[in-house]
């Protein structure tokens, strides 16, 4: 039968490898971008943010790299493990508004034991 | 450590009827946003409220939808007459400020029949 929703892109990687999940937006605008973790039933989780006028800031086991050039955003998580696994995404504002977020369409990290 | 919280977890409904969603910021936020996401799709954005008063809204957001601050810590989302397409996950959300990240509830699921 017909399929309905999103197609989620999927990210496999065995435990204790670094995970690299990407993230583009279009509008140049944009300057406040956050990423989220998911798990399923659950709401989104805030991992960590960065503003634009930064290219890459860091967590912990997390580092968000940010190129305005290209319009592209990045997640790595360092060390990954299994409680990682979850459905990853990126939110940016809109030029013209400061409080609505737009998400990306997401990323399913599974991570191996 | 802070969260938002949301009540009830779970809300069936007929189609036509009111449902009002419930919703505790964290307790130093002055922000205050609506999402909602339908099964397997993205995040959407809803609406947004500062100093009692909507800042912004989607085009989801039609004259069937209201949101109300009743009171110093409740935040809610009201459905006048629900529709079937109204089913979705509603996640509510809090921030300090413009740019200083938004928290996200676990969310009501709303399932209208």
Same mark, same amino acid.
């Given at each position: 039968?017909?399929?309905? #929703?999103?197609? %989620?892109?999927?990210?496999?990687?065995?435990?204790?490898? *670094?995970?690299?999940?990407?993230?583009?937006?279009?509008?140049?605008? $944009?300057?406040?971008?956050?990423?989220?973790?998911? !798990? $399923? #039933?659950?709401?989104?989780?805030?991992?960590?943010?960065?503003? =634009?006028?930064?290219?890459?800031?860091?967590?912990?086991?997390?580092?968000?790299? %940010? *190129?305005?050039?290209?319009?592209?955003? @990045?997640?790595?998580?360092?060390?990954?493990?299994?409680?990682?696994?979850?459905?990853?995404?990126?939110?940016?504002?809109?030029?013209?508004?400061?409080?609505?977020?737009?998400?990306?369409?997401?990323?399913?990290?599974?991570?191996?034991? | 450590?802070?969260?938002? /919280?949301?009540?009830?977890?779970?809300?069936? /409904?007929?189609?036509?009827?009111?449902?009002?969603?419930?919703?505790?910021?964290?307790?130093?936020?002055?922000?205050?946003?609506?999402?909602?996401?339908? %099964?397997?799709?993205?995040? !959407?954005? %809803?609406?947004?409220?500062? *100093?009692? !008063?909507?800042?912004?809204?989607?085009?989801?957001?039609? &004259?069937?939808? @209201? +949101?109300?601050?009743?009171?110093? =810590?409740?935040?809610?989302?009201?459905?006048? @007459?629900?529709?079937?397409? &109204? =089913?979705?996950?509603?996640?509510?959300?809090? $921030?300090?400020?413009?740019?200083?990240?938004?928290?996200?509830?676990?969310?009501?699921?709303?399932? +209208? /029949?």
């Amino acid at each position: 039968g017909e399929s309905v #929703g999103l197609h %989620l892109p999927t990210l496999s990687v065995q435990e204790g490898d *670094n995970s690299i999940i990407n993230c583009a937006y279009s509008n140049s605008a $944009s300057d406040y971008f956050i990423w989220y973790k998911q !798990e $399923s #039933g659950k709401g989104p989780q805030f991992i960590i943010d960065i503003r =634009s006028n930064m290219d890459k800031r860091q967590g912990q086991r997390v580092t968000v790299l %940010l *190129n305005k050039t290209v319009k592209h955003l @990045s997640l790595q998580i360092a060390a990954t493990q299994p409680g990682d696994s979850a459905v990853y995404f990126c939110a940016f504002n809109s030029g013209g508004s400061n409080y609505k977020l737009t998400f990306g369409k997401g990323t399913l990290l599974t991570v191996n034991p | 450590e802070p969260e938002v /919280t949301q009540t009830p977890s779970h809300q069936v /409904t007929q189609m036509g009827q009111e449902v009002i969603l419930r919703c505790v910021p964290i307790s130093n936020h002055l922000y205050f946003y609506w999402y909602r996401q339908i %099964l397997g799709q993205k995040v !959407e954005f %809803l609406v947004s409220f500062y *100093n009692n !008063e909507i800042s912004e809204k989607s085009e989801i957001f039609d &004259d069937q939808f @209201s +949101v109300e601050r009743p009171d110093g =810590s409740n935040f809610t989302l009201k459905i006048r @007459s629900t529709k079937l397409e &109204d =089913s979705a996950m509603y996640f509510c959300a809090s $921030s300090e400020g413009d740019r200083l990240g938004q928290y996200f509830g676990p969310g009501t699921r709303l399932t +209208v /029949t």
